[in-house]
């Protein structure tokens, strides 16, 4: 099959990062996560930190224009041609028609948009149980995916922490933007045919095996 040219979409807490984890075991997918990269140019003090540092610890969107070339210059990157798994952008309408343009002007196109349905009572449940550790970037819950020794990561031992904007508070402002900026995106690549929904209230690995099936389908569709 040609590439595979994915995005995850769906509310913060919905189990994005979780699925990429597995997706990437599965497919040699360059994985670019827009929370992560902002959150290292933050702790590095970089030009791209320091512009996006205010917005996030508000749980508001970083601007399109700060956001938007730092992905599309990484996507015609080498590393990307056999394939990307973006999680966390597009996240408004002017960022997917954004990426629309550049695809087309690298001849690339979007294989699917895999949308994580979730609940918002859910997520709130979700993110406030959500550890993070500080060196491996893993991805633990107290009670749904603990650590198998509180507070420390199971590959490295580093120390567990809670995201600075994983407050419920915080939250809560993250689930409105959601509904309100990155929603619309929904219709968006429904329209375009690419839209992929899934239950995101299931065990982490229910979600993934159906997205497997449906990325073999698509597979075996393209072969027809
Ligand atoms: P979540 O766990 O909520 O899905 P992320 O780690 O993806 O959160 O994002 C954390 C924060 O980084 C967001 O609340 C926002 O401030 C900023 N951010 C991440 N991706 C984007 C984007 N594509 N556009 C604007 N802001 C973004
Ligand atoms: P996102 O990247 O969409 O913000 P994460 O993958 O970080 O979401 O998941 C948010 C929290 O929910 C984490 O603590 C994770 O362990 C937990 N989680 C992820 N998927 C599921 C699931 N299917 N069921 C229960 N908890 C989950």
Excluded: W
Excluded at 30 to 49: K, P, Q
Excluded at 89 to 115: C, H, N, S
């Amino acid at each position: 099959m040609s590439e595979l040219n994915l995005i995850l979409l769906g509310p913060p807490g919905a189990g994005k990062g979780t699925q990429a984890e597995r997706l990437q075991e599965d497919f040699p997918l360059l994985y670019l996560a827009t929370g992560n990269i902002l959150r290292a140019a933050v702790a590095e003090e970089t030009e791209l930190g320091r512009k996006a540092k205010e917005y996030m610890s508000r749980g508001e969107l970083v601007p399109d224009d700060v956001i938007i070339g730092v992905i599309l210059d990484q996507l015609r990157d080498e590393e990307a041609s056999d394939g990307f798994l973006l999680d966390g952008f597009p996240r408004t309408v002017g960022q997917a028609e954004a990426l629309d343009e550049a695809l087309q002007d690298f001849g690339r196109t979007l294989t699917a948009v895999l949308l994580i349905d979730t609940p918002d009572d859910e997520v709130v449940r979700r993110i406030s149980g959500r550890r993070v550790s500080v060196k491996t970037g893993r991805v633990y819950h107290v009670d749904f995916d603990p650590p198998k020794h509180e507070g420390v990561c199971d590959v490295d031992g580093s120390r567990l922490i809670q995201r600075e904007d994983d407050s419920e508070e915080t939250v809560r402002k993250r689930l409105a933007v959601y509904h309100e900026q990155t929603a619309p995106l929904i219709g968006f690549y429904e329209k375009q045919g690419l839209l992929k929904r899934f239950d995101g209230r299931r065990p982490p690995n229910e979600v993934h095996d159906h997205i497997r099936a449906t990325l073999a389908t698509l597979r075996l569709e393209e072969q027809i």
